[in-house]
């Protein structure tokens, strides 16, 4: 497992342990964790993130540490956009929609504040335009 996958993994276990309170980098971060089916595999991912609320609906944003590839989890989503969110104590299914046009320019601009280092992620992931998912509660 690489040492990105074993950190993911940790704020996993602390998330689910402590009810969806974590310390470190996530400390005072509305975050999630998103469990998706991949795309090749077949196999359950969960991958934790932080969120923004824009209604009832939560939005993720593919940053991927700036890095010139989309995130798995993102890839996974395209191939099925079923998911299951944690957050918290509690956990439903969602559906996952990409953003475009004028209401991913809105949702990009309502996060910058709160991550602006979100920019920096924008710029060093050059050409790659970073996905803003909605994910829209499917279970009720």
């Known amino acids: 497992m690489s040492e990105r996958l074993q950190r993911n993994q940790l704020v996993i276990d602390e998330f689910r342990s402590a009810g969806g309170v974590v310390g470190g980098d996530f400390a005072g ?22 969120y ?52 991913r320019a809105r949702l990009w601009a309502q996060q910058l504040p709160l991550t602006p280092y979100f920019a920096d992620f924008a710029t060093r992931a050059g050409s790659r335009i970073i996905p803003v998912v909605v994910l829209t509660r499917s279970d009720v």
């Open 29 to 50: 971060t509305p975050l999630l964790l998103l469990t998706t089916t991949g795309a090749r595999t077949g196999e359950q991912h969960t991958m934790p993130l932080l």
């Open 52 to 103: 923004l609320k824009d209604g009832e609906r939560l939005v993720v944003f593919g940053a991927n540490g700036g890095r010139e590839h989309h995130p798995g989890w993102y890839h996974n989503l395209l191939a099925d956009p079923s998911a299951l969110v944690e957050i918290g104590k509690g956990s439903f299914k969602v559906t996952a929609a990409a953003t475009e046009g004028e209401e």
